[in-house]
């Protein structure tokens, strides 16, 4: 498999495993507010919210959910945390739910664990 046939295999398979973390959520009530949501830093992979919560979550995809994990930088969270800030700034009535910044894994086998508050233990180690 060559350089871009591995690219475009990552990028589908990253786009799975959105879909996957997205449907674990909107199974427990929640509903997708945005997908991939940029600002001029960070990039956000999922927005979801029900009426107590919203979440910002990080999706990583890898063989296995201890590899995934290993796969979230500190930097990359703080600059997901700076952007969630500059999401709930354009969005006032948001900041009135409990924030979450969740990093969603998904393995090989297309489980999904979600780890809770997880980018805010990043950046507080």
């Not at 996957?20 to 979801?48: M, N, P």
């Not at 979550?57 to 590899?67: G, R, T």
């Not at 500190?74 to 009135?96: E, G, K, M, V």
Request: aromatic share 8%; with cysteine.
């Amino acid at each position: 498999m060559d350089r871009t046939q591995k690219g475009k295999a990552a990028y589908l398979g990253g786009q799975n495993a959105e879909d996957l973390v997205c449907a674990h959520y909107t199974q427990s009530g929640a509903k997708l507010t945005a997908k991939r949501w940029r600002c001029e830093f960070a990039e956000i992979d999922l927005i979801l919210e029900d009426e107590a919560c919203i979440y910002f979550v990080e999706v990583k995809f890898a063989k296995s959910h201890d590899v995934a994990i290993g796969r979230i930088s500190r930097s990359q969270a703080r600059r997901i945390l700076q952007a969630a800030q500059i999401y709930l700034d354009n969005n006032p009535d948001a900041c009135l739910r409990t924030l979450r910044y969740d990093a969603a894994l998904v393995d090989a086998c297309g489980r999904v664990r979600v780890v809770q508050d997880a980018l805010s233990d990043f950046v507080m180690i």
